[in-house]
């Protein structure tokens, strides 16, 4: 069974997210910001980490950069519902740093399973 981290300041979306997976048949596994996120990835195998952007403690773009640089062939998706009263769209920099695919908030569950069981296979 391949096992996912979900990280996500948003409880209501970081659920939604885990149990679209587990209704799909991965194991799980979640973190509330990037911080709590590089503990639960130095302590476990994951396939694939799936990351929001915009979080308190560490953001998701120092986030997917420091996976990088320590496991440089980890799959990560990024999540960004855009800045909190701004415009800024931190998606294409989420790219840049590594991540293999890039979703907007709402994400389409059809859409994002398919992203998902293309990168873990």
């Given at each position: 069974?391949?096992?996912?981290?979900?990280?996500?300041?948003?409880?209501?979306?970081?659920?939604?997210?885990?149990?679209t997976?587990r209704?799909?048949?991965?194991?799980?596994?979640?973190?509330?910001?990037?911080?709590?996120?590089?503990?639960?990835?130095?302590?476990?195998?994951?396939?694939?980490?799936?990351?929001?952007?915009?979080?308190?403690?560490q953001?998701?773009?120092?986030?997917?950069?420091?996976?990088?640089?320590?496991?440089?062939?980890?799959?990560?998706?990024?999540?960004?519902?855009?800045?909190?009263?701004?415009?800024?769209?931190?998606?294409?920099?989420?790219?840049?740093?590594?991540?293999?695919?890039?979703?907007?908030k709402?994400v389409?569950?059809?859409?994002?399973?398919?992203?998902?069981?293309?990168?873990?296979?």
């Amino acid at each position: 069974m391949k096992t996912i981290l979900v990280v996500d300041d948003d409880d209501m979306f970081r659920n939604m997210l885990s149990e679209t997976l587990r209704g799909a048949g991965y194991n799980v596994l979640e973190a509330e910001n990037g911080k709590i996120a590089m503990r639960v990835i130095l302590g476990s195998a994951l396939d694939l980490v799936v990351t929001d952007l915009i979080m308190p403690e560490q953001e998701g773009i120092e986030t997917i950069k420091e996976i990088k640089r320590i496991y440089p062939d980890m799959k990560i998706i990024a999540v960004s519902g855009g800045m909190r009263g701004g415009t800024m769209d931190f998606l294409p920099i989420a790219e840049y740093m590594g991540a293999a695919r890039v979703f907007r908030k709402p994400v389409d569950r059809k859409t994002f399973l398919s992203a998902v069981s293309e990168l873990v296979g």
